[in-house]
């Protein structure tokens, strides 16, 4: 071989060979995972669009409930469904009654335990929902709180209680749905209609009979304090039988009722005087015919929804 040829001949480097396998190895690593993370991407976006149709196709018509009275709910059957699991009857204490026919302190109690700001929002307190949020990512996991008056009612009537993101995504367009075709006074009145109330028992009026002998107009300013304060957990916390926590629950709404300008002194002076009711098992009485609001219950209805506007624009918890 002559000295001119091997001046020609390129020296090659391994280490520069190797370097050069490295980036191409890099570069298809790259690329395998911009198409594995575009192809994630593109199922999640097919799956949110196909629960956006279906949620679409089964949307609720929640115009039907300007009237008249639902003759069950989601709850309700999910409720008999697991009695008839467990071998055991599922017949359940339901009777709705008007809005003027629920004692104005129950309506008032409700709104101080789980929705002060239920005539400011429009179904969905964003504030709440940010500290809902901000609770879920520091104990990450799902968990409860953040839902007004209306979610709540919407959850009751169409859904169920997982904890499902895309749930609580219904959850939220159909309480949005719920304030645009009804009115809040109507919103409220079904709220404490349907929601459960202790172990088989759903509405404010069957709460009365089971707990109290009364009726829904005839609660005192306790016994709504009372059921007000196991809407969280009703089971747990059941107005049959009031443990530790719901005793405070009933005295912390009854201090904020005072404190916010839902009850006056005088009326918890005034119910201290008359005698206590015992409080009474899960059996509702033979007459369960609704009785006519008291006097005091009528002259009252018509401004009602009024203070309760009023004392809510007017406090903040």
Same mark, same amino acid.
């Given at each position: ?125 964003? /504030?709440? $929902?940010? &500290?809902?949020? %901000?609770? =879920? ?10 839902? *007004?008056? +209306? ?115 005088? /009326?918890? $002076?005034? &119910?201290?005087? %008359?005698? =206590? ?10 007459? *369960?015919? +609704? ?27």
């Amino acid at each position: 071989m002559k000295l001119s040829d091997i001046r020609r001949t390129p020296i090659r480097s391994p280490e520069r060979g190797v370097c050069v396998s490295a980036k191409a190895g890099t570069a298809i690593a790259q690329t395998a995972r911009r198409v594995i993370v575009r192809r994630i991407f593109a199922l999640v976006i097919v799956i949110i669009v196909a629960y956006i149709a279906y949620a679409w196709l089964t949307f609720p018509d929640v115009s039907e409930l300007k009237s008249g009275w639902p003759k069950t709910t989601s709850f309700m059957e999910q409720r008999k469904a697991e009695l008839r699991a467990e071998g055991k009857d599922d017949t359940l204490q339901y009777e709705p009654v008007p809005y003027a026919r629920i004692s104005p302190y129950l309506r008032r109690a409700a709104l101080v335990a789980e929705d002060n700001d239920f005539y400011e929002h429009k179904g969905v307190d964003v /504030e709440a $929902l940010k &500290e809902a949020i %901000q609770r =879920d990512w520091e104990h990450k996991k799902l968990m409860q709180g953040g839902s *007004t008056i +209306t979610q709540q009612l919407a959850k009751n009537l169409y859904l169920n209680q997982s904890r499902n993101p895309l749930r609580k995504i219904k959850e939220y367009f159909i309480a949005r749905s719920l304030e645009n075709h009804l009115s809040k006074k109507r919103i409220l009145e079904l709220y404490l209609n349907v929601v459960e109330m202790g172990e088989r028992v759903y509405g404010a009026e069957a709460a009365a009979h089971a707990y109290f002998h009364t009726s829904a107009a005839g609660l005192s300013p306790s016994e709504a304090a009372l059921l007000a304060g196991c809407l969280p957990n009703p089971r747990v916390m059941n107005p049959g039988s009031p443990n530790k926590r719901l005793r405070a629950r009933e005295q912390m709404i009854l201090a904020r009722m005072r404190r916010w300008g839902y009850l006056y002194e005088e /009326e918890v $002076l005034t &119910e201290k005087k %008359q005698p =206590d009711k015992k409080l009474l098992d899960q059996t509702p009485p033979t007459d *369960t015919a +609704t009785p006519a609001p008291t006097k005091t219950e009528t002259t009252t209805t018509e401004s009602t929804e009024t203070t309760e506007t009023t004392a809510t624009t007017t406090t903040t918890q």
